[in-house]
């Protein structure tokens, strides 16, 4: 048996660099969805990266805490400027949702 790698391996050998693929540094992946006839880009966030930051899920109108690994979706054609960070379980339960969420007067749009 081999012993554990107590350090990581070399980034130059491997052939990648940590700036070279985005969705890395985020400690998830990223993919492309097709909902309500456009195509959405998608990343799974890790929690150890949303350390110290709470978000607002547009599906159920509830706190992201710090920490709770979370998806960020944006349609492709707009652009990062439109993400929206979703419970996972939200995200995967979109199409059952209804629009049934009701805000108080001044409660701000997220």
Not at 14 to 20: D, H, L, Q, V
Not at 46 to 70: E, F
């Amino acid at each position: 048996m081999s012993p554990r790698r107590n350090r990581p391996k070399d980034t130059a050998s491997s052939g990648r660099s940590p700036e070279g693929d985005p969705s890395d540094r985020y400690g998830g992946w990223q993919s492309t969805e097709s909902w309500q006839g456009e195509e959405w880009s998608v990343r799974h966030v890790a929690g150890a990266s949303a350390q110290g930051k709470t978000y607002r899920c547009p599906g159920c109108d509830q706190l992201i805490p710090s920490g709770v690994p979370h998806v960020v979706a944006w349609p492709e054609h707009s652009g990062v400027d439109e993400r929206r960070h979703w419970h996972k379980a939200c995200w995967n339960a979109k199409d059952r949702r209804t629009s049934r969420v009701q805000r108080s007067r001044n409660a701000p749009r997220f």
